[in-house]
């Protein structure tokens, strides 16, 4: 049985959203490569307890907020290594080097440091994705309305939006689809269709529902792919698949599915936790829940009815 190292790893962000990232020193495994700030994590230590010491001793500063966030595995050519992520919002102290390592505050669009740990590739791309996703519901609102609202929304946020007109037919969708990329398009913000509505080569990317999650035998040929989970096999199923993240829920009770079983926070974090992708919180929340959900493992929200302005 291979042996995994166990590491506590820091995605240290500034209110501007950059991040920090440290350099390798001479001595250590892959010198002169960039990495997340961390280390390893004591036997018997707390994954939290283990990033607090690290940043400590290697940065000289004091953790006052860290949120759990993925955790990945990855098979380097002197250990494998299991790196649980923590996203550090709050600290006391100004990061300086302590172990002779460079460090660099980055943009998540736009690293400018090389060469870059193996690992950080996948991370990186994940940290990229917007706190906040919106899902659409065009046919309840009106075309014209909610894509008049999701102008106004792009003018203070770039989300990530996953067109879901289920039972619509395909041209009204391809309709809504091209006059939502007419506007999303221009502030990078990424637009998916859900795999109910069809296929939409133009989209950035397809969102699966959770039975074509099930049902599908590989990862689907788009740049951009994530999936609707409900339960732990389904969010296994979407890490075995390489998706790029999840959507888990519902934790609250929803006015579309009255009745449903819910997660409530508790039941969300165990099905996130330790898994690799930035998994999404949906189901009755408001970007007010932000906070919490993060404290509970999500990478951000979902929202429908909540979405847009009025």
Avoid at 60 to 85: K, N
Avoid at 99 to 117: F, H, K, N, R, Y
Avoid at 203 to 223: F, K, Q, Y
Wanted: with cysteine.
């Amino acid at each position: 049985m291979t042996k995994i190292t166990e590491v506590a790893a820091a995605v240290i962000e500034r209110p501007d959203g950059t991040f920090l990232l440290a350099c390798r020193p001479e001595g250590k495994p892959y010198p002169g490569y960039w990495e997340f700030p961390g280390g390893k994590i004591e036997p018997g230590e707390d994954p939290r307890t283990a990033l607090a010491r690290e940043l400590r001793e290697e940065l000289g500063i004091a953790v006052r907020e860290a949120t759990p966030w993925i955790t990945r595995v990855y098979a380097y050519t002197h250990a494998t290594v299991r790196l649980h992520f923590f996203r550090v919002t709050a600290w006391d102290g100004e990061p300086r080097p302590l172990e002779d390592q460079a460090i660099a505050w980055q943009d998540a669009a736009a690293p400018d440091v090389s060469p870059m740990l193996p690992a950080n590739a996948p991370v990186l791309a994940a940290l990229a994705l917007p706190a906040v996703m919106v899902v659409s519901n065009a046919t309840e609102t009106g075309f014209d309305a909610w894509v008049l609202r999701f102008a106004g929304l792009l003018a203070t946020e770039r989300p990530l939006v996953q067109v879901r007109e289920k039972g619509l037919e395909r041209l009204r969708v391809q309709h809504l689809l091209s006059r939502t990329l007419a506007r999303a398009t221009p502030f990078g913000s990424p637009v998916v269709v859900n795999s109910d509505c069809g296929e939409f080569p133009q989209a950035d990317g397809i969102h699966l529902s959770a039975v074509a999650l099930m049902a599908a035998a590989s990862r689907p040929a788009a740049r951009l792919v994530g999936a609707s989970c409900h339960d732990a096999r389904e969010v296994a199923r979407a890490a075995q698949l390489g998706l790029d993240y999840v959507v888990v829920g519902p934790v609250k009770a929803t006015a579309s599915h009255p009745g449903a079983a819910t997660l409530g926070w508790d039941g969300f974090a165990s099905l996130v936790r330790d898994c690799p992708l930035p998994a999404y919180a949906i189901g009755g929340l408001t970007r007010a829940d932000l906070a919490e959900a993060r404290r509970h493992g999500a990478h951000g929200v979902a929202l429908r009815s909540a979405a847009l302005p009025a």
